[in-house]
Nanobody, 123 residues
């Protein structure tokens, strides 16, 4: 069974930090790109970041550039999203997703999805 499980979400004050983890089971991540997506109430799901299977490149949506960093540790079969300088508008359910090798902006082209973890940024 192929699964992705997110963890690390929670409540944080503006300006704070969180690190999200995406752990895979049933397959190894070394042949997969891993994307992070988020969905706030009443809004479309949007891509936040993506790291390719080699870890050699990563993409970020403009709103998080300079604040979020994604990385991977294939020995632990885990991908991380380090979120710094968090803003209230970052509040959303965050999902990780996997697809073979390469990042893609279209959510429908991602094969495997985690169940999500809630991130709330509030004073």
């Amino acid at each position: 069974q192929l699964q992705l499980v997110e963890s690390g979400g929670g409540l944080v004050q503006p300006g704070g930090s969180l690190r999200l983890s995406c752990a895979a089971s049933g397959f190894t991540l070394d042949d997969f790109a891993i994307g992070w997506f988020r969905q706030a109430p009443g809004k479309e799901r949007e891509g936040v970041s993506c790291i390719n299977s080699s870890g050699g490149s990563a993409n970020y949506v403009d709103s998080v550039k300079g604040r979020f960093t994604t990385s991977r540790d294939n020995t632990k079969n885990t991908v991380y999203l380090q979120m710094n300088s968090l803003k209230p508008e970052d509040t959303a359910v965050y999902y990780c997703a996997a697809r073979p090798y390469y990042c893609h902006s279209g959510t429908r082209l991602w094969e495997y999805w985690g169940q999500g973890t809630q991130v709330t940024v509030s004073s």
